[in-house]
């Protein structure tokens, strides 16, 4: 099966910061990586999908990038409603793994 | 408005069987591949199944195969999970997911709120 492993497990940050958080799988899985954002009580909401595209009504702030093994979640100008999980997920073959989650909290 | 909402959950033995269910509503169900997805509190997502459109194909994690099973009636714009077997380790909110798009590269773009099983004596 496919790893996925997100850095970091958690981070603090401000309103207006730049945030940024990886996701490396065990082998190549192109371009089949997602994003999720995860809040408490709450079920998943999509934010990116194969690696780059931000899913319809998901604001501009929020950007993907990478290939093959290493991949990338940009937040620009942090706001308050993004303190959240941020979890990654690979679709490459049928059988799906997500990274363990990325819990941003408030400095 | 696209739904989901799961149900059959609940308190079960270890050993023991249950079935959840997804009643599907505000898009064309039969148009689209299914999942199920389970969390147990406070901790990470695992991805239990899916279910392309006209229930042909179904693929599982290797940790429920031989003992879960993913259906789907079209008619009833509905998704199932028949569970057996149940071992503690089973015990997660179970999610009811859409795929975007008809492929099994596809992210999932709809959740529902979940069901929690609980395998408990």
Same mark, same amino acid.
């Given at each position: 099966?496919?790893?996925?492993?997100?850095?970091?497990?958690?981070? #603090?940050a401000?309103?207006?910061?730049?945030?940024?958080?990886?996701?490396?799988?065990?082998?190549?899985?192109?371009?089949?990586l997602?994003?999720?954002?995860?809040?408490?009580?709450?079920?998943?909401?999509?934010?990116i999908?194969?690696?780059?595209?931000l899913h319809?009504?998901?604001?501009?702030?929020f950007?993907?990038?990478?290939?093959?093994?290493? &991949?990338?979640?940009?937040?620009t100008?942090l706001?308050?409603?993004? &303190?959240?999980?941020?979890?990654?997920?690979?679709?490459? #073959?049928?059988?799906?793994? &997500?990274?363990?989650?990325t819990?941003?909290?408030?400095? | 408005?696209?739904?989901? *909402?799961?149900?059959?959950?609940?308190?079960?033995?270890?050993?023991g069987?249950?079935?959840?269910?997804?009643?599907a509503?505000?898009?064309?169900?039969?148009?689209?591949?299914?999942?199920? *997805?389970?969390?147990?509190?406070?901790?990470?997502?695992?991805?239990?199944?899916?279910?392309n459109?006209?229930?042909?194909?179904?693929?599982? *994690?290797?940790? *429920?195969?031989?003992?879960?099973?993913?259906?789907?009636?079209?008619?009833?714009?509905?998704?199932?999970?028949?569970?057996?077997?149940?071992?503690?380790?089973?015990?997660?909110?179970?999610?009811?997911?859409?795929?975007?798009?008809?492929?099994?590269?596809?992210?999932?773009?709809?959740?529902?709120?979940?069901?929690?099983?609980?395998?408990?004596?």
């Amino acid at each position: 099966d496919i790893q996925m492993t997100q850095s970091p497990s958690s981070l #603090s940050a401000s309103v207006g910061d730049r945030v940024t958080i990886t996701c490396r799988a065990s082998q190549s899985i192109s371009k089949y990586l997602n994003w999720y954002q995860q809040k408490p009580g709450k079920a998943p909401k999509l934010l990116i999908y194969e690696a780059s595209n931000l899913h319809r009504g998901v604001p501009p702030r929020f950007g993907g990038s990478g290939s093959g093994t290493d &991949f990338s979640l940009t937040i620009t100008y942090l706001q308050p409603e993004d &303190f959240a999980t941020y979890i990654c997920q690979h679709s490459y #073959s049928n059988s799906w793994t &997500f990274g363990q989650g990325t819990k941003v909290e408030i400095k | 408005e696209v739904q989901l *909402v799961e149900s059959g959950g609940g308190l079960v033995q270890p050993g023991g069987s249950l079935t959840l269910s997804c009643a599907a509503s505000g898009f064309i169900f039969s148009g689209y591949w299914m999942s199920w *997805v389970r969390q147990v509190p406070g901790k990470g997502l695992q991805w239990v199944a899916t279910i392309n459109q006209d229930g042909s194909a179904k693929y599982y *994690v290797d940790s *429920v195969k031989g003992r879960f099973t993913i259906s789907r009636d079209n008619a009833q714009n509905s998704l199932y999970l028949q569970v057996h077997s149940l071992r503690a380790g089973d015990t997660a909110l179970y999610y009811c997911a859409r795929l975007y798009s008809p492929a099994y590269y596809s992210p999932l773009d709809a959740w529902g709120q979940g069901t929690l099983v609980t395998v408990s004596s």
